[in-house]
C-alpha cells in the first residue's frame, strides 16, 4: 500500500507517441501552457485561502481557543519556522516527482487539516497541526517552479512568472472574504461558527485539488511534445552536461549548493523579505504611533498588498519587453526605488500627510514585488531545470529567514534605536540587495548573448 503511494508520485514517463507535426506541436504547446497556467494560478490562489485565513478571524480565534499573546505568537513562529524548511525540502522532492500529484497532494493534506483544524482546543494540538498545515502548504511552490522551467524558455519566463505570482494577493482576499462573510453570519444566525472559515477553506481546497489532478499534466515530454527549448528556440542558461550521470545529490550539489549565484541571490532574496515583513508585521503599528485614526489604519495598510500585485506583475513585463529577459536591471531599480519609499513612509507618514502615506505605503508593496518575484526568477536560470525546485526552495528557505528577522531583529532596533533605525535598517537591506543582485549582471548578460 505505502508502495503504491509512493509510486503515485512517481514523474509521469515519456509518451511513447511523439508529435512531430510542427502545427500540431504549436497546437498542443499552447493548449497546454494556458492550462497548466490557470491551474496553476488558481491552485497556487487557494493554497493561501487555507493558509492565510488564520489572520483575518486572529483576534476571535485568541479569544475562542483562550490563547495568550505569548501562544498565539509561538505558534506563528513555529510554523513560519516550518514553513520556510519545507520550501527547500519540497523543492527536492518536486524535482524528483510528478508534477500535477505533487501540487494537488499538498493542497489535498492542508485542506482536511482545515476541516478539523477549528475544532481543536489543546494548544499542543494547535500548534502540531497548524505547523503540518504550513509544511503541506510548503508542497505549493516547487511544482510551479517546475512548470515554468518546463514550459516556458528563459525569455518569456518574467513576465508569466510575475503574472502568476499576482495569485498570493488573490488568495489573501479571498480568505479575508470568507472570514469577513462568516463573522457577519454569525450576528445573524445562531448555527453559523467562526470554525467555518476553515471548513469553507477546506473545502474549497478539495475540490481545487480534485480539479488540479485533472488538469494538469507533467512535463512536454509525458504528453508527447518536444523539450521548451527545441519549441521556442531559446536555451536554458544553465544545462545539465551529458555525462554527469543520473544522481540528483551530485546535480544538487553542483547546480545549487555550490552554486555560488544561488547563494548570493538567496541572500539578496533575504533583504527583501526583511523589508517586506518589516511593512506586513509593523506598518500598522507604525501608523499607530504617529496617530492616524485606528478606523483608517486597516483601509490604507490594504494599499500595499494590492498595489504590490501591480509592481510584481510591472517588473515582469518590463524584464521580458525591455531587458530582453535579463532580471538583474529591473531587481536593481526595484531595490533602488524601494529604499527610497522606505525612507518616505518614514518621513512623511503621519495625519498631517494622508495622501503620501498612502502613495509611500502602496510604494512599498509596488517595490517589494519585483524583486520578490524576479530574483525566484533569476534562480530559475541560473540552475538547472532538473534542480529548478530545490534552488527555488533554497532560496524560500532565506526569505524566511528574512521574515524572522523582520520579527525578532526589528523589535530589538526598535527598542534601541527608535523607527528611523527600523528604516534604516529597510534601506541598508536595499543598498545590500543591490550589490548582491549585481554580481549576476555579467553572467546573464554573456549568457543572453550567446542566445542572439
Known sequence: MLQKFFDWFKPLPDATVKITDPEEINKQYKRWRWRLFISAYIG???????????????????????????????????????YGIGKFVSGMLADKSNIRVFLAFGLMASSIINLFFGYLTSFFLLVFFWTLNQAFQSMGFPPIARIFAYWFSPKERASKWTLWASAHTVGISIAAIIAACVLKLMDVTPWVHWQFVFVISGIIGLCTSFY?????????????????????GCQQLVTKEENEGSSYWQLLCKYVLTNKYIWILSVAF????????????????????????????????????????LGGITAGILTSKVFKGRCTPANIIYFVLLAISAYGFYLFAGPNHVVLTCVFIAALGFFVD????????????????????????????????????????????????GWKGVFNACIVACIVGVLLVMTAWKKENSDVATQK
Open 44 to 82: 497556487y490562489a487557494v493554497y493561501y485561502v487555507t493558509r492565510q485565513n488564520l489572520n483575518p478571524i486572529a483576534h476571535v480565534f485568541k479569544a475562542e481557543t483562550g490563547m495568550t499573546d505569548h501562544q498565539f505568537g509561538l505558534m506563528v513562529s513555529v510554523s513560519l519556522i516550518a
Open 212 to 232: 488540479i489532478l485533472a488538469t494538469v499534466t507533467d512535463t512536454p515530454a509525458s504528453v508527447g511534445l518536444p523539450p521548451v527549448e527545441e519549441y521556442t
Open 370 to 417: 519585483g524583486p520578490q518575484n524576479l530574483i525566484n526568477v533569476q534562480i530559475s536560470l541560473l540552475t538547472t531545470k532538473e534542480s529548478v525546485a530545490a534552488a527555488c526552495g533554497f532560496c524560500g528557505l532565506f526569505g524566511y529567514i528574512g521574515g524572522f528577522l523582520a520579527g525578532s531583529g526589528a523589535s530589538f532596533i526598535l527598542e534601541h534605536f
Open 270 to 309: 533575504l533583504c527583501v523579505y526583511f523589508v517586506r515583513y518589516v511593512t506586513l508585521s509593523w506598518a500598522a503599528i507604525f501608523l499607530d504611533s504617529r496617530d492616524l485614526s485606528k478606523a483608517s489604519i486597516p483601509l490604507i495598510f490594504t494599499l500595499n498588498p494590492l498595489v504590490g500585485a
